[in-house]
């Protein structure tokens, strides 16, 4: 072959090569384009035409306003606290039960409300309906709070209820006394100005949520289970309206957890033979445990992200992103490995890309001049939508890779279910429309809770789990929860009583609209 043929094949190779990667990118932004199209899911049923059923409304007044305030106060500065697995402070529960029969009067004594206690501390309120054809649905909401103590560095005491500019500061005030008092509140107004629903519905205030709900949830779930009822939909607290808080995002977007990650406990155990200090082994227990948990923090668990509900966020809220933000959002099918690499950065977006491991128990040592027979330490793991307990388990096992270090699964539940987020989604679109009439800014989207829930024990009384507080969240407020000065705004507690408030009418209604097809809405 010439000289100047074998430059005409290279050169017709080189063309062929070229035209394909055009054509290739030319689909894929084809493919996008249609994607892109068809992704304004936030707008169908806002114009729907919904039956009227919110007739009485909440305008507070300032006796009102200094009423509530000073009861949600009072609720903080009980010290409601679970310690441990096994104490709490029930002196603080005890009280907890006083005072919210005499906050509520009116919760406790209509006739519409059929109130009891489970397990001495936590309650369960039946609120009748007029039509008992109409399937109930419930609202849940815990009493309990995590320890606090000030010297981490709160800027008021943390059962203070202090106000200080315009936020009420203390532990309870977004998880959960919050959703607690905004449901009894907005109960209150309602059965005060005379509304009776049609849509008979339930309260469960559990008293032990942070230590698992064994006690409170899961006696209010049996109870239930024995008489036989079964619920529409399950509303308990969750993720939250983030506001500035994804980066990129244009505007709040209210996420509407449809399920909760699973949670492994593991036990991480060394035993060697215990000896002199001035005459130690090569290695000692401390220091293999101290290894195997430096190889756990150094190999996160895989990035998971687009294999659960995560996914459905984004493609969501991609229309509120810009360029080329909303081109990756709008194509996760093909960008999620680069947007795991952004998302993992940070500790809260990180928690929905992967199973989390968390190291929070260490123990070891007696005496500065003996070797310890024993290490041991504890890891907390969140558990992805697409993994195991099981599959958590085995990996844990490979990246320690130690013989020596024994690993055992202490306790643990797999992923929930996956609620449903369609248009006949009846909790989820009767949440959606609350949110968008009081906050018309607000983008909805359905969301994943990364932390656990006493919802989670509701799954054999209903198909419909949903994980929302109507709290707003700015940047810095995720790092609150469980953290230090955990605050809100008075504002936001009187929107979460409207909230509440028109939450409960709206669930008189009969059927969901028809919705508008989404070609229709173009
Ligand atoms: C990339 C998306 C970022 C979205 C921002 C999400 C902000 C996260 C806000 C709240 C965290 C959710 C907490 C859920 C409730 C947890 C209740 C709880 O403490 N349960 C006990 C436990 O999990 O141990
Ligand atoms: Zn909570
Ligand atoms: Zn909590």
Avoid at 12 to 24: A, G, N, V
Avoid at 290 to 312: C, H, Q, S, V, W
Avoid at 463 to 474: C, E, L, T, V
Wanted: aromatic share 10%; proline share 6%.
């Amino acid at each position: 072959m010439t000289e100047s043929g074998s430059k005409l094949r290279i050169f017709k190779f080189l063309k062929i090569i070229i035209s394909s990667l055009l054509i290739t990118v030319l689909l894929l932004f084809t493919i996008a384009a249609i994607r892109t199209l068809s992704l304004d899911v936030n707008a169908g049923l806002q114009l729907a035409h919904w039956e009227k059923t919110n007739n009485k409304s909440l305008v507070i007044d300032h006796h009102q306003r200094e009423e509530l305030l000073a009861n949600f106060k009072e609720a903080i500065r009980i010290p409601t606290v679970s310690f441990s697995n096994t104490e709490s402070n029930t002196t603080a529960l005890h009280e907890f039960d006083r005072f919210l029969r005499k906050a509520f009067p009116t919760v406790f004594s209509s006739s519409l409300v059929h109130h009891e206690l489970v397990a001495n501390y936590s309650h369960l309120f039946w609120v009748k309906g007029s039509q008992p054809e109409l399937v109930p649905y419930m609202l849940l909401a815990h009493i309990d709070v995590v320890p606090a103590s000030e010297s981490d560095g709160w800027e008021a005491p943390p059962f203070s209820a202090k106000e200080i500019d315009g936020f009420i500061y203390g532990r309870g005030t977004i998880d959960d006394k919050n959703n607690l008092m905004g449901i009894l509140q907005a109960l209150e107004y309602l059965l005060l100005k005379g509304y009776a629903p049609r849509r008979g519905f339930y309260i469960g205030l559990g008293h032990d949520e942070e230590i698992n709900g064994l006690n409170g949830a899961m006696n209010i779930v049996r109870i239930l289970k024995q008489r036989g009822v079964q619920l529409l939909f399950v509303m308990d607290e969750g993720l939250t309206i983030s506001d500035g808080i994804i980066p990129g995002l244009e505007g709040p977007a209210a996420l509407i957890g449809l399920s909760e990650k699973g949670q492994a406990a593991i036990k991480l155990s060394v035993s060697v033979a215990p000896g002199h200090s001035s005459m130690p082994p090569r290695e000692t227990s401390i220091g293999i445990l101290a290894t195997a948990i430096k190889r756990l923090e150094d190999n996160p668990m895989p990035r998971l992200f687009g294999y659960g509900p995560e996914g459905d966020t984004f493609e969501h809220l991609a229309h509120k992103f810009s360029l080329p933000l909303k081109f990756i959002m709008s194509n996760l099918w093909l960008f999620s490995p680069l947007l795991s690499r952004i998302l993992e950065r940070k500790p809260v977006s990180n928690a929905f890309v992967r199973t989390t491991t968390a190291v929070t128990f260490f123990n070891a040592g007696v005496k500065i001049n003996v070797i310890p027979s024993l290490a041991e330490a504890y890891v907390n793991l969140r558990i992805h939508s697409a993994q195991s307990v099981q599959e958590v388990l085995d990996i844990i096992k490979d990246t320690v890779g130690d013989q020596r270090v024994k690993v055992e699964l202490v306790d643990g539940f797999d992923p929930l279910p996956i609620s449903g987020a369609d248009d006949k989604a009846f909790g989820f679109q009767i949440i959606k429309k609350t949110v968008l009439d009081l906050f018309p800014t607000v983008t909805v989207a359905p969301g994943i809770c990364i932390g656990n829930t006493d919802s989670r024990h509701f799954v054999d009384l209903t198909k419909n789990i949903y994980r929302f507080s109507p709290a707003w969240f700015k940047p810095g407020d995720p790092e609150r929860f469980h953290g230090i000065n955990e605050r809100i705004s008075t504002k936001n507690y009187e929107e979460m009583i409207v909230f509440y408030f028109n939450l409960i009418q709206n669930c008189d209604i009969r059927k969901l609209p028809e919705p508008h097809s989404s070609v229709h809405e173009l």
